[in-house]
């Protein structure tokens, strides 16, 4: 997993010009002083016209000791290393995330654990102002990140701001007290324009055992699902918007499909147009659809998630297994990238009116 890299240099402990804020909890604290040392670092790294191979192999690392210093804030031991520096500003860039903004979403307040319905065993955090999600990854995600990155980088070369896909803003490992955790910063899929609760979505496309469940209805916002949506006769009103964002959702899938991904999902966020102060400030999030008209009821945010997954080995086997037992009819959502990329399409679709 370990590209070419630069000499690991031990240096005492560097904290910000400012007042940076510190998690209790330890990996959080480095991952902040992680982000903020390694942007202040690339600040002085000249902006490259053209994105080159090596840049997706490329990565910066730090060792840090403290020894009676600081350790009311951070660990007396800890590294940082950052994963494509240079290509992940190119995207920041496209993304248009400024630096700034970047830097006070991540550094400059708490980091707050959020509810996740995946079983994948991922831990979420959700920045200070809402805007950004922090993701935990496991090591054979990462590989698998890797393995999809340049194919990704030149989808948002051509797309940018038009994706659905997660906008990917970083990649770290943080190592304390000898034990390596993985996260991948982005965008989140949620507007940061409300705090009013929205009505969530997880949408894969399938029916079969696709319902929240009574432990997902506990939750404070419950991520319904396919059979819920369609139980609800929901839609995405989306009026002369429809085309554009079937296109997209296409351009996105079709990519998916080629890098034989699958299991991925389509976050939907409904919102009560009531419950916004503020809707042209609702529609510049990254996520927000465009209005179909002044005055309709309902907003929505919307973005494709999980996107990790490779159809493998063992999920041909699951996919066998689940045949077997429930027969073809069944749209169990463990199926090859191209039969799930035409029923995720065809779903959508259908859904958006």
Request: proline share 4%.
């Amino acid at each position: 997993m370990d590209g070419p890299t630069s000499k690991l240099k031990k240096v005492k402990a560097w904290k910000s010009k400012g007042k940076a804020f510190r998690q209790a909890d330890p990996l959080l604290a480095v991952l902040q002083w992680g982000v903020d040392h390694t942007m202040t670092q690339l600040e002085y790294v000249p902006v490259k016209e053209l994105i080159l191979v090596e840049d997706f192999k490329a990565h910066s690392k730090i060792a840090v000791a403290n020894h009676l210093y600081n350790d009311h804030e951070l660990p007396s031991k800890f590294k940082v290393k950052e994963y494509c520096p240079l290509v992940f500003r190119d995207l920041r860039r496209r993304f248009q995330e400024d630096m700034d903004d970047y830097l006070y979403s991540l550094c400059e307040g708490p980091l707050a654990p959020r509810s996740s319905s995946a079983r994948t065993g991922s831990h979420f955090y959700v920045s200070h102002d809402q805007r950004l999600v922090l993701k935990s990854l496991s090591k054979e995600e990462v590989l698998q990140f890797h393995h999809t990155f340049q194919a990704y980088h030149s989808h948002i070369v051509e797309l940018g701001c038009r994706t659905l896909l997660p906008r990917y803003l970083g990649m770290y490992r943080i190592t304390v007290h000898d034990r390596d955790s993985y996260v991948v910063i982005m965008n989140s899929v949620l507007s940061a324009q409300t705090d009013a609760p929205p009505q969530l979505y997880d949408l894969k496309g399938s029916t079969f055992e696709r319902h929240a469940t009574e432990k997902d209805l506990e939750q404070d916002v419950p991520v319904l699902k396919d059979g819920d949506f369609l139980q609800r006769s929901m839609r995405l009103e989306l009026g002369t918007h429809r085309a554009d964002f079937c296109d997209r959702l296409a351009h996105d899938v079709r990519m998916l499909e080629h890098l034989n991904l699958m299991d991925y999902s389509l976050l939907l966020a409904v919102y009560r147009r009531a419950d916004i102060e503020d809707v042209d400030a609702f529609v510049q999030d990254a996520y927000a659809l465009p209005l179909a008209s002044p005055d309709q009821e309902y907003l929505y945010c919307a973005g494709i998630i999980d996107v990790l997954t490779v159809y493998n080995r063992k999920k041909k086997a699951a996919h066998a297994a689940k045949t077997a037992k429930h027969g073809k009819a069944a749209e169990f959502t463990t199926v090859n990238p191209e039969q799930y990329a035409h029923r995720f399409l065809e779903f959508l679709t259908a859904a958006a009116k």
